[in-house]
């Protein structure tokens, strides 16, 4: 089970201060984290295929009406891995100031995730999904879910600083390069690292994140393709 929430944020939560999550959305949040930390469990001791709906809920302590007012199927559940990360990373970015570059906001927001075990969830998703091509679709259908997420960040930033509508096909092509780019950095670490899930590993995932956004950034004018990033231990 997910950590139960802090007493601050209990307190806060019960005093209906604004902005911050009423304990109904606290306790819905930390049943949804139970079914995709039972489902993760399975995946490792199980292997994919291996585990039915029932069995998460059995090993989340919940009954499977329950497991299916969250999710939709146990892919669904593994694929939350993915929303998860993203979801940290979108909070970060949308503390960035309304002026900055988005690609720039983008890649600080990666920065700001210092500790390199924030990827290992989704750094791990991805490589079980090598070896087994259902999840390595459902891995790529989480992804391209996260791109409307994206555009709703990107949306919400340029409705601080634009006098008019938003270009949707900028929009669109924005979130799509971040994805492809994000998806890059996942190809590249496995191919140099093979999945591996020590810190010293997960440090090269973050920064080939953090390297992507950079390329995009500059429209790939600010490295040569004969010269391969370097490895950041």
Known sequence: MSPSPSPSAAH???SGDPGVPSRRELNKAATRQAI???AMDLLRTRGPGNFTVEDIADAAGISRRTF???FGSTEAALASVTFGFLDTALQQFRLRP???????SARAALVELADPMTVAPVAELYSLGQTNPQLSRSELEAWDHCTEQIIDAARERFALTAAGDVDELYLRALAGSVISCGKAAMDVWFARCGG???PESLSVLR???IDSMGLL???FASHSPATPSPDRH
């Open 12 to 14: 806060a939560a019960a």
């Open 36 to 38: 995709t930390d039972a």
């Open 68 to 70: 299916f007012n969250y």
């Open 98 to 104: 309304a002026g900055e570059p988005i690609l720039e």
């Open 196 to 198: 591996d899930l020590t």
């Open 207 to 209: 920064q080939l994140l």
């Open 217 to 219: 950034g500059s429209g």
